[in-house]
């Protein structure tokens, strides 16, 4: 912001140098490209990504049923080797029991499902997910959860868009400070050596 302030500033100040202007202007570029290009790129990717999950949760919902499965005995729980804190917290919060239950054209089923309900005696009815073959399946996404997703999808490419920016602002500026002080060591090495030498001009 110092930058940018310095375009209205130092605009009729006979101190400014050229690099003082162009550095002021790259600032205000990319306080406009963070202002105005990234929170459009945040919004675009966030309604492309809400339109996909959209239509996974209405292929999920479509695909899938709730059912009520009876619980015939606890199974035992698998060794799982997760290291993600959420996948590992939510498995841990299922608990598979080996149930029967009826496929929706009216079919037995048998096997090993997953329950949250810590009812599990055998005889206790349980509510499971299946797709349209009465295979145990996974509950669908829910709307509400896929919009919460596009939301922040959307907000960390503004954030990226945010840095991006500038960061390219950052090697712009110093690519101009290095070339400053280049011309600077140019100039001192031709006037340098005769800096105060009786007749030498200076």
């Not at 996974?56 to 059912?67: D, L, Y």
Request: with cysteine; aromatic share 6%.
């Amino acid at each position: 912001m110092r930058a940018v302030t310095g375009v209205w500033r130092w605009r009729h100040n006979s101190l400014r140098r050229a690099t003082d202007r162009r550095e002021a202007w790259v600032a205000l570029v990319a306080l406009l490209l963070m202002v105005l290009t990234a929170p459009a790129l945040g919004w675009v990717c966030g309604s492309y990504t809400d339109d996909a999950l959209q239509k996974s949760v209405r292929a999920q919902q479509a695909g899938r049923r709730a059912t009520t499965a009876v619980v015939l005995r606890r199974a035992p729980r698998p060794p799982r080797f997760v290291t993600d804190p959420e996948v590992s917290s939510e498995h841990t919060s299922q608990i598979p029991v080996v149930a029967r239950w009826k496929a929706p054209d009216g079919t037995a089923r048998r096997g090993t499902v997953t329950t949250s309900s810590r009812k599990t005696a055998p005889g206790t009815k349980v509510e499971i997910w299946t797709d349209l073959d009465g295979r145990p399946a996974s509950r669908p996404m829910d709307a509400p959860t896929a919009r919460t997703h596009a939301v922040l999808a959307g907000l960390g490419t503004t954030m990226l868009a945010v840095g991006l920016v500038e960061g390219v602002r950052q090697l712009i500026v110093r690519h101009m400070m290095r070339s400053r002080y280049t011309r600077i060591d140019q100039d001192w090495a031709r006037t340098g050596p005769d800096w105060g030498r009786t007749g030498a001009g200076s």
